[in-house]
């Protein structure tokens, strides 16, 4: 099974801030099949980014996805109060598997 | 629109077998391309993919834990059943079933369903 592993497991970050997260996979990634979704306490995950940077329906432009391969980016340009939750990839082109996770918190 | 409800029993002992049940409404299970899977995440940590049923009743499970797995689809009813055995006290986490579309991420997901194991 492919391995994904993202990184930072904790960013702080500031209402405004740029986050920038990373999620690295043990082999290439078919078809830039890498997806990021969000958690909010007590909620499901919320699919944001699929294809590793189509948005899916609904999900503001602030929120962008990048990568290819092996290494791919989730970036939110300005961070709303909304946003500070965990943070998932997942790849679909060999089974299926998610990374560890990233909390974004409020510094 | 897509909603799926996960339901089954809250606590469940060791040894025993867990029976959920994914209700959902929106889309068919006999539409061409339409999938259901089971996800799990145990509290605190992160998400696991379980197994999966496809439209044409193509079944997929997790390497680690397909000899406990069974996944079935009952068409008519829009429902998807998970069964697992041999139920151990790490199994527990909050179980969720989500949609997909062949080849594609998880579009939409239940609110999950919380297993406690204990005796």
């Known amino acids: 099974d492919i391995v994904l592993t993202q990184s930072p497991g904790t960013l702080s970050l500031s209402p405004g801030e740029r986050a920038t997260l990373s999620c690295r996979a043990s082999q290439s990634v078919t078809n830039r099949y890498l997806a990021w979704y969000q958690q909010r306490p007590g909620q499901a995950p919320r699919l944001l980014i699929y294809g590793a940077s189509s948005r899916a329906p609904g999900i503001p432009d602030r929120f962008s996805g990048s990568g290819s391969g092996t290494d791919f980016t989730l970036t939110i340009s300005r961070l709303e109060p909304e946003d500070f939750a965990v943070y998932y990839c997942?790849?679909?082109?060999?089974?299926?598997?998610f990374g560890e996770g990233t909390k974004v918190e409020i510094k | 629109q897509v909603t799926l409800r996960e339901s089954g029993p809250a606590l469940v002992k060791p040894t025993q077998t867990l029976t959920l049940t994914c209700s959902f409404s929106?889309?068919?299970?006999?539409?061409?391309?339409?999938?259901v899977s089971w996800i799990r995440q145990p509290p605190g940590t992160a998400l696991e993919w379980l197994a999966r049923v496809n439209w044409d009743d193509h079944k997929y499970y997790s390497t680690s834990l397909k000899t406990r797995l069974t996944i079935s689809k009952d068409t008519s009813k829009n429902q998807v059943i998970l069964t697992m055995t041999d139920m151990d006290p790490v199994d527990t986490a909050t179980y969720y079933c989500?949609?997909?579309?062949?080849?594609?991420?998880?579009?939409?997901w239940g609110p999950g369903t919380l297993v406690t194991v204990s005796s």
């Open positions: 997942q790849q679909y082109g060999s089974s299926r598997t």
């Open positions: 929106g889309f068919s299970l006999s539409t061409n391309g339409m999938c």
């Open positions: 989500a949609r997909m579309i062949y080849g594609g991420p998880f579009d939409y």
